[in-house]
């Protein structure tokens, strides 16, 4: 089984500061681990994957996320927040190497960029 | 190439009511999933189909939930009769293989 925990449901940055969202997991067999972003209005976009290659994914619009085994995080960072950035990212596991491939969501965690 | 469409984008019904929602994948994607995230709450998987096939239904909730996917195409989800609790935002998404999911902007059920 697997689940995943995004602390802090609502974070608020500066434009220019670091972002950083966390995301932790746990599963019982290797996962794939998933980033998604969901703007107003529209479906949820993948921001970036990490499939066992690199353990440090970078992904489109300057995000980047590190897998880390031992602590079973996967948390996504951005150098400097865009105002553009304001939305909601879901982090997303799923078993590696069997046969499901239904995705398992955090809760969500709700950006937003203060000019 | 067109995204992942639903229809409606939103559906406000009575309790009681019967309601349809249709997914349109993205054209030769064989894999097509169907999610649900209730207000306030994570998104959650209700099932997976592969062609025509169910794959994996262990998300439905109970057995006022239907989905069908004639032909591989487009799938649609009735739920009948629906539930106060049934409200939320109903996602499709679609893939070719076991990674990425392609996902489409949801439809909003309001059970009134």
């Known amino acids: 089984a697997q689940s995943v925990t995004q602390l802090g449901s609502h974070v608020s940055v500066s434009e220019g500061a670091l972002v950083l969202l966390r995301c932790n997991y746990s599963?019982?067999?290797?996962?794939?681990l998933f980033w998604y972003v969901q703007y107003p209005n529209q479906g949820l976009q993948l921001l970036l994957k990490?499939?066992?290659?690199?353990?440090l994914v970078k992904g489109i619009n300057g995000f980047e996320a590190e897998f880390k085994k031992s602590e079973t995080s996967f948390h996504l960072t951005k150098p400097s927040a865009h105002m553009s950035d304001a939305a909601e990212y879901f982090c997303?596991?799923?078993?590696?190497?069997?046969?499901?491939?239904?995705?398992?969501f955090g809760s969500g965690t709700r950006l937003q960029v203060q000019p | 190439e067109a995204g992942v469409t639903q229809f409606p984008s939103h559906s406000v019904i009575e309790k009681g009511q019967t309601v349809t929602l249709r997914c349109d994948p993205i054209?030769?994607?064989?894999?097509l999933y169907w999610y649900r995230r209730v207000m306030g709450k994570e998104i959650k998987f209700l099932l997976h189909?592969?062609?025509?096939?169910?794959?994996?239904e262990s998300g439905m909730p109970n057995n006022r939930f239907l989905a069908e996917r004639t032909g591989g195409t487009y799938s649609t989800l009735k739920v009948q009769p629906a539930e106060l609790e049934d409200s939320g935002v109903y996602f499709c998404?679609?893939?070719?293989?076991?990674?990425?999911?392609?996902f489409g902007p949801g439809t909003r059920l309001t059970v009134l």
């Open positions: 599963s019982s067999v290797p996962p794939y």
């Open positions: 054209s030769g994607h064989d894999n």
């Open positions: 998404a679609s893939s070719p293989d076991y990674n990425e999911q392609f």
């Open positions: 997303a596991v799923t078993p590696m190497d069997t046969g499901r491939r239904a995705l398992t």
């Open positions: 189909f592969v062609k025509e096939s169910k794959q994996d």
């Open positions: 990490y499939t066992s290659a690199a353990t």
